[in-house]
């Protein structure tokens, strides 16, 4: 066989890895050849003029072993392409022999197994640690036996096989399902309430399958009762939240805010607002920065008009606020309101700003049913994203903020 050939006939390994992890990634993907695989990884392997995502789902349907790097970083990330890897990845197991090894799941600090945000079918087979991506005896000897073809102690625990009955001989005793271990019960930590909420949800299954074949009847319905409690306590201490993220004291908090602004054109009055909204609700002030996301223009009401005023002041200020503590400060605001909230001028002010959205709203008198029009643009597009004219007669500051600021798309910080 020609070197060429040798070469080519080496398995072929797919490294997928967060961004963040690429340090690592690139430490195993320099050792890998050295023990005689092929390693396909979008540092090595991918140019600019290649269509990026079809050669990549064309590389994980060709590839030999499929090698998910896993750690902390992918823990935190609750998206990002390497999670459609893995899902193609999956995917292509399902037209696989259930005793054939593919995944090859390596994790690279102390993310535990157990907790990881990984597809199910990684847990099926082993995993091996490899920290900071450095090669280990047991890598070493893991390729050995993915280039060999040796594959099937490297598979995840099965069942055995049940043995055939000779006739007359008597039934085997059949072996128990073992139970699993207990897991500790979760932690919540700054910042990760959703996922908090999602292990306590796997705990409760999790505790709950493992008591009901074990314990007592009296002793599961104690445990049941014992967790609502925690749970419940929990919840009230952590105070209601609406659809928009705020608690009930937030929106206290807000309202109170909303009810002392006063802009009459002031820019004082503005910064002062901005402040309050970042002290009240922990946000960065990002009003200053010359690149911000959003772009709040004050809204406009029609000079002398005390009612329309306060309308569009308190209004303006609930709209900001919500936005601020949603988007997590990446809001700026400018000093001038627009009257007639134009198009052409949003797009400008917003530019200026090199923000994606701009929010305007502005109160119409010369209408036989005055309104407060709010309008949200975007640069993208060059256009309006979402339009609404609200009644000034009982209009509530509070709905029409939460409104606008679910009219606002999220913004992505990956």
Known sequence: MSSIDAERAKPTVFLSYASEDREAARLLGDALPGYGLEVWFDESELGGGDVWDQKIRRQIRECDYFMAVVSAQTEARHEGYFRREWRLAVERTLDMADDHLFLVPVVIDSTPETHARVPEKFLSVQWLKLPGGRPTAALEALCHRLVSGDTAASTGARRPPARPVSSGAPTPIPVPTPIPQAREFPREEPGQRVRFWFEVASWVLWSGWGLSKRWPKWVRISIIVWIGIILTDHFNHSGHRDSSGLSSAEERKLKGIAEQFQSN?????????????????????????????????????????????????????????????????????????????????????????????????????????????????????KSFLWSKSYPVTDANPEKIAAEVNSALPSIDDD
Not at 295 to 321: C, E, H, N, R, V
Not at 349 to 364: L, T
Request: charged share 20%; proline share 5%.
């Open 265 to 381: 054109g002031d820019k004082a009055g503005l910064a002062i607002l901005a402040t309050q909204i970042a002290h009240e609700f922990s946000d960065s002030d990002e009003s200053g920065s010359n690149k911000v996301p959003i772009l709040a223009i004050p809204f406009a009401a029609p000079s002398g008009d005390a009612a329309a005023q306060k309308l569009s002041d308190s209004t303006f200020a609930q709209a900001y606020g919500r936005i601020a503590i949603s988007h997590h400060g990446q809001v700026g605001l400018t000093s001038d309101p627009l009257p007639d909230c134009a198009l052409a001028a949003m797009l400008e002010r917003a530019r200026a700003k090199q923000s994606e959205f701009a929010v305007c709203g502005s109160i119409d008198t010369q209408v036989s049913a005055p309104v407060l029009n709010i309008r949200i643009a975007s640069v993208a597009d």
